[in-house]
């Protein structure tokens, strides 16, 4: 992001390292989820980025909450929404079972409010430990954005983000550092654009970038 010119994108999806040691059944891990270094940095990059009067929906993890927040609102943004992902299995059990995340709508200067705007709870990780399902992120990407706009994830994993807004007629950045994960949404992508080309409904952006 630091080789962005200042506010460049329209909007940002993200779901960045949650700060909790993350190792899923099969022993997978995240990169960057051991510590916080990296988050107030990325967070100034993001509002950097980020045009004037837009917004930026990012996940985190509950118990994390109070690093997230202050890194957002250090770095300039406004918390103005908060959104709940249903699960159907629980990720984690303790003291209760865990069958949601939560993401913050955060907002860079006076966005204006969408003409529909989405409720505030949604029902959804085979590419990805931590994937978001496409079906609950492109009506996020559909209700705040307009066809065309420039979607961003500088933490793109399996590219889930990308493909929302690609279905959604937008065009997309995503950066992600772990190849494996790279590669896995740049071929979720390539079935986006084969999809696109043989229904031939001139929705199709022959520009758009590849995944990051």
């Given at each position: ?8 994108v329209d909007?940002?999806?993200t779901?960045?390292p949650?700060l ?17 270094e ?17 917004l ?11 690093l ?30 865990y ?11 006076r ?25 609950s992120?492109r ?5 705040l954005t307009?066809?065309?706009?420039i ?9 889930s ?17 772990l ?23 001139g ?10």
């Amino acid at each position: 992001m630091s080789r962005f010119p200042a506010r460049a994108v329209d909007f940002i999806l993200t779901d960045p390292p949650y700060l909790v040691g993350y190792k899923d059944r099969t022993g997978r891990t995240l990169a960057g989820d051991n510590s916080a270094e990296w988050l107030q940095p990325a967070c100034h990059e993001m509002y950097r980025v980020l045009k004037n009067d837009s917004l930026m929906v990012s996940f985190y993890a509950w118990n994390r909450a109070d690093l997230f927040l202050n890194a957002w609102k250090t770095a300039g943004f406004r918390v103005v929404g908060h959104i709940v992902f249903a699960k159907s299995y629980a990720s984690k059990s303790t003291f209760v079972g865990y069958t949601h995340e939560s993401a913050y709508l955060l907002a860079k200067g006076r966005p204006q409010t969408p003409d529909r705007p989405i409720p505030d709870k949604y029902t959804g990780n085979r590419h990805h430990p931590t994937e978001k399902p496409v079906q609950s992120l492109r009506p996020l990407i559909e209700s705040l954005t307009r066809p065309g706009a420039i979607v961003l994830d500088p933490f793109a994993g399996s590219g889930s983000t990308c493909v929302a807004a690609a279905e959604a007629s937008r065009r997309y950045i995503g950066i992600e550092m772990l190849e494996q994960y790279h590669a896995a949404g740049v071929r979720r992508l390539a079935q986006v654009d084969r999809a696109r080309r043989m229904a031939k409904d001139g929705a199709f952006y022959p520009d758009w970038p590849e995944a990051a």
